[in-house]
């Protein structure tokens, strides 16, 4: 049996198609990679506030519902919270470091000031202003390679990254882990997801022996958090839910518009969807009492 494999066909997205079809080949099955060219790639000079939603991956999943493709592998931080009709997360491989980092040879609060900042999150954007109103925060747009490559050029002082991409790309460059209670990562930041047909029964036989469970209960308290806050990729909206034990996990959210910053954190015990149904909750809230509508 082949298994079709779309995803894009930037260098991480690369490695991370390789890390699933390296768990696929233990099964016996082949593999085949299909490039996908997604909204995003094709539009590296807008921000990507202007895309609108799924720009990472609605082409990747039109490949799978055409049955152009068996599987779609993302990182699942560009997954929109409701998936299209048909499809379904089959797995997630075990979670990478979830953290944002700061690359550069300064920390975030030693910078000088009026320094170049390169992102292209809203999230990112707000948080940081957040803190350190007399930065310059400029989009920033490209592959992880391309990125850091305008960072080492001079074009910014520092920009900000996943630490996941730094490590799945085996790269040297000094950085600072950012503290989630302070920069808070996005939904979901860290996991490799593989997304397939919900009635492809034979694939999904598959796929959930190579399903990190650990992961998969965080992601989706995660993914429940946005839903119930109404966020999603490219939301300023922050969430990381780590699991302790067989029902408990602490969680922490975040809401930032740059001016106002709001942290709610904490144990929850429960079901996934449940924890993160009430870590939502708690942080709507918070807003609703700072009189913000999300």
Do not use: W
């Amino acid at each position: 049996m082949k298994v079709r494999i779309a995803a894009r066909g930037s260098k991480l997205s690369r490695i991370q198609v390789t890390k699933v079809e390296e768990r696929l080949k233990k099964f016996g099955l082949e593999t085949e990679f299909i490039e996908v060219k997604t909204k995003a790639d094709l539009f590296q000079n807008k921000p990507l506030s202007e895309l609108g939603k799924g720009v990472f991956e609605k082409e990747v999943n039109e490949y799978v519902i055409q049955n152009r493709a068996d599987l779609a592998v993302h990182s699942m931080k560009d997954l929109l919270s409701e998936l299209p009709k048909g499809l379904e997360i089959l797995a997630v491989l075990p979670r990478d470091p979830p953290y944002d980092v700061f690359i550069s040879n300064k920390n975030l609060f030693d910078t000088e000031t009026k320094s170049i900042i390169g992102t292209s999150s809203i999230r990112r954007k707000n948080l940081i202003s957040f803190y350190r109103k007399d930065l310059i925060i400029k989009d920033l747009r490209g592959n992880v390679d391309t990125r850091i490559n305008k960072y080492l050029k001079g074009e910014y002082n520092a920009i900000v990254l996943a630490e996941a991409s730094i490590i799945r790309l085996g790269l040297h460059v000094s950085y600072f882990r950012l503290d989630p209670l302070l920069i808070t990562p996005e939904a979901n930041q860290g996991i490799i997801a593989v997304v397939g047909k919900n009635d492809n029964y034979e694939l999904k036989k598959v796929l959930s022996e190579i399903n990190d469970e650990h992961t998969f209960e965080e992601a989706i308290a995660e993914r429940s958090a946005i839903s119930v806050v109404g966020g999603g990729c490219h939301s300023p909206v922050g969430v990381l839910v780590e699991k302790i034990d067989e029902n408990e996990f602490y969680g922490i959210i975040t809401y930032s518009d740059g001016k106002k910053k709001l942290t709610v954190s904490g144990y929850y015990k429960g079901f996934p969807n449940e924890v993160g149904t009430r870590l939502g909750k708690d942080l709507l809230k918070e807003m609703k009492n700072e009189g913000i509508v999300p």
